[in-house]
């Protein structure tokens, strides 16, 4: 029988991972931002960590709320983030003006939490889906970090708010290719690194 999930739109993302998940063991993943998918994940991968960068009391009783929910998956790590004041006022700016941002003051204070956040591993999967709206920021950083990253809200239809979540100044590399699907609620976009084991596999299915 099949696991049924407390789904809802916002985990328009499954059924994408999930052609991932049929094809290529996954050992690793690292998601930005904790949710009710995070569970399907751990169903399915050996190992995920969760990064959740809160913004206040509701980012504090959400993550009770998941912990308590999966406290009996053994192969789930919580790493759990106060943002300082330098990325609340860069998530305020995103949300207020788009990006790209004319105060690009916060971005090594948000790389640096990034890096603490991934450490020296290499990743499968690093999933991008965070509370706050620099994104596209974490996405930049997280190239060649990861076999495969993945970001969610990507839509270009009109669905979400045009470069609100700074999709928009994501480089990139040569070495990645990208996989856009528009056809979810909010949008996935999958980059695939060419040198990762299982590249071709990967964007084979994705591409079915």
């Not at 190992?47 to 406290?71: A, M, Y």
């Not at 060649?144 to 979540?165: C, E, F, L």
């Not at 609620?185 to 060419?194: A, D, L, P």
Request: charged fraction near 25%; proline fraction near 3%; charge should be negative.
């Amino acid at each position: 029988m099949t696991k049924q999930y407390d789904f809802n739109s916002a985990q328009d993302w499954v059924p994408y991972f999930q052609r991932i998940f049929n094809i290529v063991e996954i050992n690793s993943v690292l998601e930005f931002g904790l949710g009710l998918g995070t569970e399907f994940l751990c169903d399915n991968a050996k190992q995920v960590i969760s990064v959740e960068l809160s913004t206040g009391e509701f980012n504090r009783e959400w993550t009770n709320k998941i912990k308590d929910k999966l406290k009996n998956y053994t192969n789930w790590t919580l790493k759990y983030i106060e943002i300082p004041d330098e990325i609340q006022q860069a998530n305020l700016n995103a949300i207020e003006n788009k990006y790209p941002l004319a105060d690009t003051s916060y971005v090594p204070i948000l790389q640096k939490m990034i890096s603490t956040s991934l450490g020296r591993k290499k990743y499968d999967i690093i999933f991008i889906d965070p509370g706050i709206h620099n994104r596209g920021d974490i996405v930049n950083y997280c190239f060649n970090k990861a076999g495969i990253i993945a970001a969610h809200d990507t839509d270009r239809s009109g669905k979400v708010i045009p470069n609100i979540y700074g999709y928009n100044i994501v480089k990139v590399p040569e070495n990645y290719e990208e996989i856009h699907f528009n056809d979810s609620y909010m949008g996935t976009t999958f980059w695939i690194n060419e040198k990762y084991a299982n590249a071709e596999l990967v964007k084979s299915a994705l591409k079915v």
